[in-house]
């Protein structure tokens, strides 16, 4: 089965007004046989301005043959030549619109009568050929002897003639009107045995119109049998206008018993009556008053040749036996509600073509709540005051009777609304939440306001301190490009202002609570502290006050303090800040900065996170000063000290050392003998540790064991340690060799090739013979040395290659051995310290890192951290980040000397969900070239992957922001499905339907998963031919603060079974377009069927 529905769709822009007809209905002429005439001119006007009140006219319906046609002033002009006489239509009734460019239309009737113009010339139609009569000499005057019949098939005046006679003797008169030939005089043949003359016909038309010349004969015979033979002159009669065929009227009598009657001819012509021979005229077609109410018979009486002529008048009598009929099929007509009783609204008007019937008029339908009613003269008055939000739009049927037949006209009232009605908001107050970084231009919230006048309603709105905007028409809230800021003002109570066109308005509260954003980072009270210490203090800071404050509240305001660079001898409590030293801090540690001032120096990086949803953070440094104390015991460079003398060997002998990684005075060294036997002679200088002879050794061979002790003495507490210093005494003149220096200090960078000199000893020896002969050796250290000393020239070189990662400093034995027996030999230390060279490029311990960041997080936070190490000294060991790939659009920055990455443009997860940089880590300094040992590059490469997550930061898109639809009276079936996307992820994407206003009859409901709309029982209950649902689309995330949503509006037209269905759009469709949006409307169980499109938009 195929339904079908007509359907007229305008496509128009939007206008609010449309254009109405001055008048409900016009009338017009036109006179035939005329081309391009103009025949009356209609008007409409349109309240809108501009281009949407440019108005065009067009017929559009009862315009046989295309007869008119009208112009863009309203003009109506016949487009042919019309026959009055020929055509049978003699009126046209035109329905004429008028059309807006919006698409608006309004109807009215027009009648145009065509009027009879004199274009056809009278004839006298019942002359013989040759007309010629004869006539007894012995008539008497005023003998009628002949009628002339004329005939002229214009209308009106133009067929109204008259007879004329031309050379007429004095004895016989022509009546004009009537075209009888009577004798004047009695006819006498002695005067005159013939008569002759001529007759023609003449109309009333302006310009008249005359017929041709008829000659006509009349013979005078003298014949005695020639008597007059007569009728009456007239005869009149009745007849009722339902008389049956075949029913006699009357009988016409002669003077004498006739042979014969015949009728000559009847006015109007049309074979109505007919007469038998005895005279008596009876009917022969039926009869109707309402078109002709009189008939004109010439009646002719034969015998024995003799004839004789007489008039018959019949009067057609009146019964009821026509309808009324109203002049319009349909009248319209407006009213403003609220008119008060007995108002005119228009006249509807009846015609009987009956004789003094008494037409009385009733509306039988239509006339809801008994609103009108109609007086006897067909006048529609107020009976009941209107109202336009309770009915606006009436359709009676008014039927008109004449006691017998009725007739029905449509009356179509269309009450007009004042602005009687405030407009009324939907709630009493309006609440919502909103997160403070809700961006610029986001919908918020809509208002809905209803006014039963049905009236345009424009919103403003008050108390938003630029923050907030309406769109006047829609009543959706949105914010302006003027942040919110949750820590300036936390919420907003709006007043929102409904206004109708006619000044008429009302207010509504609205609350916008505006909940707290991770938008502020923490901040320190100081960017740096400072703290002194002693080395080895374990417990609380207590003198260390760190503070930091972040302006938002709750989670987002709560700061967790971290150590994220420094040293691992310290913690820090999380929630008050308060630093410990949980582990002894040693100044004298070799990887610990002194300053001038002998103090060990420690830097910390301390954070300083809230848990919001990005974390925001903050970092200050913490230098804490190690002040020395006094806990290392001074430490001999041997483990014992050896020499062997002459008894005539004066001044140093042996130098003993120390070395204490106390400082200041902690590290000022005494030293003294504690046991000695022949103290006498030996001395020991105090500070630099020489011992010496000070009396002569002559008789004092033999060996001494000397008992040196070296003190801090001013230290508190003092510390000191003892070696064994052995000299050995002897006779003979042989002396040992003797180094220039007690120590020698020597550096070499670690690219140093093989082979180059490191350093160089010298030693002597006083004795001229072999035992003054001695070379150099550097005694076995228990480990592989680099170094090998020319046993001749005390040269030191480099014999293996260098690495100052693995090994940074020497301390060498060096011996100077002579020849003598026994031999003698003499040590030295030497001290050799490897010079770093960026030779090491930094190595990161994983190939790929991650980070995880939510898209709201604000540009200068931290994203994360990358940590390469570089096992060069110094400045060589700090390597340089730079993000060499991925980082095309420039949101991050990586910091060159700490690796922390940092954001510098706004991130949108929608956007760009995955980001992949690609870091190097360089060397830091000149020799940035030098290749990596393993891989022959100069830099190592992380890759790190930063994943975006989502916030709730979109709102659904729909996708449309208005859809058109159709539904019938069927409850349960589909109507439509709407459709929204939401651009963020997971959860924060999922959305839920809902009708928000418009469906106050609850004929309709929506599955909130799928968007789709179908009827309920209760479709039933809508009257209108449309209305507009207001749908809103939300996302379901739980963590959405607040969930957003966006409306949407839903036009649904009720399908009739055959009424058009009306159809406005608000842009120029092609036919596909037009097609789509009908199936839309009417769903799958209709077929679109497109007949034509016109330019004035009608299908």
């Known amino acids: ?297 010439l009646v002719m009486a034969s015998k024995a040749g003799r004839q004789a002529i007489g008039y018959v008048s019949i009067t057609v009598v009146d019964v009821n036996d026509e309808s009324p009929e109203f002049q319009f099929r349909v009248y319209k007509g407006q009213i403003d509600e609220n008119s008060p009783l007995g108002s005119p609204v228009l006249e509807v008007k009846a015609i009987d073509g009956d004789e003094q019937d008494m037409i009385s008029y009733e509306i039988t339908s239509g006339n809801t709540g008994g609103v009108f009613n109609i007086s006897s003269t067909g006048e529609i008055q107020i009976a009941k005051i209107p109202d336009h939000e309770t009915t606006s739009f009436f359709n009676l049927t008014v039927v008109a009777s004449d006691g017998v037949g009725t007739g029905m006209t449509f009356v179509e009232i269309t009450i007009m609304d004042v602005n009687d009605n405030v407009p009324e908001f939907l709630n009493s107050s309006y609440s919502f939440s909103l997160p403070e970084d809700t961006p610029g231009g986001a919908s918020v919230l809509q208002v809905s306001a209803k006014d039963e006048d049905g009236d345009i309603i424009v919103y403003s709105i008050s108390g938003d301190d630029g923050r907030f905007t309406i769109d006047s028409l829609t009543g959706v809230i949105s914010t302006t490009a003027n942040p919110l800021d949750f820590e300036e003002t936390s919420s907003y109570t709006l007043n929102v202002t409904a206004t109708d066109p006619g000044g008429l308005k009302s207010s509504v509260l609205v609350k916008l609570n505006i909940t707290d954003s991770n938008d502020n980072a923490p901040i320190f009270s100081h960017s740096s502290y400072n703290v002194t210490i002693q080395e080895n203090y374990v417990g609380p800071l207590t003198s260390l006050v760190i503070n930091a404050s972040d302006k938002d509240s709750g989670s987002n305001g709560h700061l967790t303090f971290s150590i994220v660079d420094g040293s691992s001898l310290f913690a820090i409590d999380a929630t008050t800040g308060e630093l410990n030293v949980t582990v002894p801090v040693d100044r004298d540690d070799a990887g610990l900065t002194n300053d001038e001032y002998c103090r060990g120096v420690l830097i910390l990086t301390i954070e300083a996170s809230d848990n919001g949803t990005p974390k925001l953070s903050d970092t200050a440094t913490v230098t804490i000063l190690v002040m020395d104390i006094n806990d290392n015991v001074p430490s001999f460079s041997r483990s014992s000290y050896e020499t062997v003398i002459s008894v005539l060997d004066t001044g140093n002998v042996v130098r003993v050392m120390t070395s204490d990684p106390d400082c200041d005075v902690n590290n000022d060294i005494q030293y003294s003998f504690t046991s000695v036997n022949g103290s006498s002679l030996f001395a020991m200088n105090a500070t630099t540790g020489n011992i010496s002879i000070v009396q002569s050794l002559n008789g004092s061979q033999g060996v001494y064991f000397l008992n040196v002790t070296a003190s801090n003495e001013l230290a508190s507490p003092k510390l000191q340690n003892s070696v064994v210093v052995t000299i050995t005494v002897i006779e003979n003149k042989n002396y040992a060799p003797v180094f220039d220096r007690d120590q020698y200090s020597f550096n070499v960078s670690e690219n140093a090739e093989i082979g180059v000199t490191i350093g160089s000893v010298s030693a002597s020896d006083i004795n001229k013979n072999k035992e003054g002969v001695f070379i150099y050796s550097i005694e076995n250290p228990g480990y592989v040395i680099p170094f090998d000393i020319d046993p001749t020239t005390g040269v030191i070189t480099l014999v293996r290659e260098l690495d100052r990662e693995t090994h940074q400093n020497y301390t060498l034995v060096v011996v100077a051995q002579d020849f003598g027996e026994p031999a003698l030999r003499h040590t030295t230390n030497v001290f050799i310290s490897v010079d770093d060279v960026n030779d090491v490029v930094p190595k990161f311990e994983q190939d790929e890192q991650r980070f995880s960041v939510s898209e709201n997080i604000t540009v200068g936070s931290l994203v994360g951290t990358v940590s390469a190490i570089d096992q060069d000294a110094d400045q060589f060991g700090d390597p340089v980040y730079v993000i060499h790939g991925g980082n095309d659009a420039g949101h991050f920055r990586i910091e060159n000397s700490t690796g922390k990455i940092y954001l510098v443009k706004s991130l949108d997860r929608e956007i760009v969900n995955i980001f992949e940089l690609t870091i190097y880590a360089y060397n830091h300094g000149s020799n940035i070239a030098r290749k990596r040992r393993d891989t022959g590059d100069n830099f190592d490469v992380l890759k790190v992957v930063i994943e975006v997550t989502d916030i709730n930061d979109n709102y659904p898109e729909f996708d449309m922001k208005k859809y058109v639809a159709g539904f019938t009276n069927t409850p349960g079936t589909n109507v439509t499905t709407i459709h929204a996307t939401d651009k963020d992820d997971g959860e924060n994407a999922n959305i839920i339907y809902s009708i928000q206003s418009g469906n106050d009859a609850g004929a309709f409901a929506i599955d909130p998963d799928t968007g789709l709309i179908t009827t309920t029982e209760n479709v039933s209950q809508i009257t209108d031919g449309h209305l507009t649902l207001t749908v809103v689309a939300r996302d379901s995330s739980v963590q959405g603060t607040p969930k957003k949503a966006q409306p949407a509006t839903v036009t649904v037209y009720k399908l009739p079974e055959t009424d058009p269905l009306d159809l406005q759009v608000s842009s120029d469709l092609d036919e596909d377009q037009i097609r789509e949006l009908l199936q839309n409307i009417t769903g799958p169980g209709y077929d679109i069927i497109i007949q034509s499109i016109t330019p004035d938009g009608l299908l």
Do not use: C
């Not at 698409?103 to 004839?123: E, H, Y």
């Not at 005939?151 to 016989?172: I, K, M, W, Y």
């Open 1 to 297: 089965m195929i339904n079908s529905t007509a359907v007229i769709v305008n496509l128009t822009d939007y206008s609010n007004h449309a254009p109405e007809f001055t008048n409900v209905a016009w009338v017009g002429t036109i006179v035939e046989g005329l081309g391009l005439t103009f025949a009356l001119n209609v008007e409409a006007t349109d309240p809108d301005s501009g281009i949407l009140g440019e108005i065009t006219y067009s017929i559009v319906g009862g315009n046989t043959n295309n007869a008119f046609q009208i112009n863009s002033t309203g003009a109506i002009l016949s487009r042919i030549p019309l026959d009055y006489e020929n055509d049978t239509q003699k009126t046209f009734d035109l329905t004429v619109m008028v059309t807006d460019r919006a698409g608006l239309t309004d109807m009215s009737q027009v009648r145009i009568t065509v009027l009879d113009a004199n274009d056809n010339i009278p004839q006298i139609i019942n002359l013989p050929s040759p007309a010629e009569f004869n006539i007894s000499d012995n008539v008497p005057a005023g003998t009628l002897l002949y009628v002339l019949q004329g005939e002229d098939l214009d209308s009106g005046n133009n067929a109204d003639f008259e007879f004329f006679g031309s050379a007429v003797p004095d004895n016989l008169t022509i009546d004009h009107a009537t075209g009888l030939i009577k004798a004047k005089t009695k006819l006498e043949s002695t005067r005159s045995s013939s008569i002759l003359f001529t007759a023609y016909v003449k109309d009333k038309g302006n310009p008249s119109q005359s017929s041709s010349n008829y000659t006509v004969k009349f013979n005078i015979i003298s014949d005695p049998t020639l008597s007059p033979f007569l009728l009456p002159t007239l005869t009149e009669a009745t007849v009722f206008e339902n008389a049956s065929i075949g029913d006699v009227i009357v009988k016409v009598n002669s003077s004498e018993p006739a042979d014969n009657f015949t009728i000559l001819f009847q006015l109007p012509s049309g074979g109505y009556f007919k007469i038998d021979s005895q005279g008596s005229i009876s009917l022969a077609r039926g009869l109707n008053r309402e078109t002709l109410d009189g008939y004109s018979l």
